[in-house]
């Protein structure tokens, strides 16, 4: 078992920045590869970034890439979002999920755990 506690959301304006942090627990974090997804109200949720379980390899939606980049710190079990140049669109709340592989993936479904989601807001 893997329980995920995301941070750092916030409200931001346009062009502003925000870090995200996911803190894993439980289970041995270095094997899993890590994503991010977020959701809006209204729609459905979305991959937004990956990366694998040793970090050598990520991989982004076309909407983050440039902008976005994920990272993850095995010592302190968290792995990062830092968002910049964000935009209204990004305003959504913001999942980590935990992928018991080396290589992470943009299908919700390959996750196995998830953690509560941390809400960005971005005011135009």
């Known amino acids: 078992q893997v329980q995920l506690v995301e941070s750092g959301g916030g409200l931001v304006q346009a062009g502003g920045s925000l870090r995200l942090s996911c803190a894993a627990s439980?289970?041995?974090?270095?094997?899993?590869?890590m994503g991010w997804f977020r959701q809006a109200p209204g729609k459905e949720r979305e991959f937004v970034a990956a990366?694998?379980?040793?970090?050598?390899?990520?991989h982004y939606a076309d909407s983050a890439k440039g902008r976005f980049a994920i990272s993850r710190d095995s010592a302190k079990n968290t792995v990062y979002l830092q968002m910049n140049s964000l935009k209204p669109e990004d305003t959504a709340l913001y999942y980590c999920?935990?992928?018991?592989?080396?290589?992470?993936?943009?299908?919700?479904?390959?996750?196995?755990?998830w953690g509560q989601g941390t809400q960005v807001t971005v005011s135009s």
């Open positions: 999920a935990a992928k018991r592989s080396r290589v992470g993936s943009d299908l919700i479904s390959k996750y196995d755990y």
């Open positions: 439980g289970r041995t974090f270095s094997g899993y590869a």
């Open positions: 990366i694998s379980w040793g970090g050598g390899s990520t």
